[in-house]
């Protein structure tokens, strides 16, 4: 396939119905060139973890007046168009995007292709088949690690080497399949459920490291009992 939309994220963690988004990078390629990028850093509206920032080097200041979720996500829908998607593990920047997309009530229905998949069946000899090892291996040349326009980068190229290399004997290979994963969407914080961890938080004078507009009603209620779990209910 040579038209396809590069992907990938940067986010606070490895669950979709926990974590955030922080960082979109994109990669537009028709017939096999970059035609257009798209890259943001995403507010979380929760603060994000050390081992992340140390990870990644995006920290809670880079992320401030930054658009949140739903604006970045409307840009990155409108720059995919109807175009399949490729990733390095996609399916884990594919989760991630659905997820927020089924929440805010937009439709993200995609094909794709793999270059992780597609070395551990082309290179199985490899003993790392991470980006940055296939990276080194083919000697792709990278800025930064870890930031997503840089990965999408790395990827886009990866894949373009491997089509090179075995595109004319495993052309289904190459091919995008539909990627099948189901989200049922989560509602906001309820105005009881805010008006309650507000009041907890008060209470037991807690420095939330999230903004409770953002929240999802499963994400106050884990948040609410953790509090209580933590620090007990309020004594009136």
């Known amino acids: 396939m040579r038209e396809y939309v590069t992907l990938d994220l940067e ?3 490895l669950e979709p119905a926990k974590d955030r988004i922080i960082e ?5 390629v028709m ?3 970059v035609t257009e990028e798209y890259a943001t850093l995403v507010n979380p509206q929760r603060k994000i973890p050390e081992r992340i920032t140390e990870l990644t080097g995006i920290s809670d200041e880079m992320v401030q007046g930054k658009p949140c ?3 970045a996500l409307t840009e990155l829908l409108d720059f995919c168009k109807e175009l399949p998607l490729l990733g390095h593990n996609l399916m884990f920047d594919y989760r991630f995007v659905k997820h927020n997309a089924v929440n805010l009530d937009m439709s993200f229905e995609k094909e794709g292709m793999d270059t992780l998949k ?3 069946i082309l290179l199985p000899d490899l003993p790392s088949k991470s980006l940055q090892s296939l990276r080194l291996y083919y000697e792709i040349p990278q800025d930064d690690a870890h930031r997503a326009l840089e990965d999408a980068r790395t990827t886009y190229r990866l894949y373009e080497r491997l089509r090179q290399e075995y595109g004319e004997q495993h052309r289904e290979l190459f091919n995008p399949a539909p990627l ?3 989200v049922k969407k989560q509602g906001p914080i309820t105005p009881a459920q805010k ?3 507000q009041d907890l938080v008060k209470y037991h004078r807690i420095d939330l490291n999230v903004e409770s507009d953002s929240l999802t009603k499963n994400e106050a209620s884990r948040l609410i009992d953790t509090i209580l779990g933590n620090y007990g209910k ?3």
């Open 11 to 13: 986010t606070t963690g």
């Open 24 to 28: 979109i990078g994109a990669v537009k």
């Open 31 to 33: 017939d096999g060139t």
């Open 69 to 71: 979720i739903g604006q």
């Open 118 to 120: 597609l070395a551990r």
């Open 180 to 182: 099948l994963y189901k």
């Open 195 to 197: 008006r309650y961890l």
């Open 234 to 236: 309020i004594e009136r």
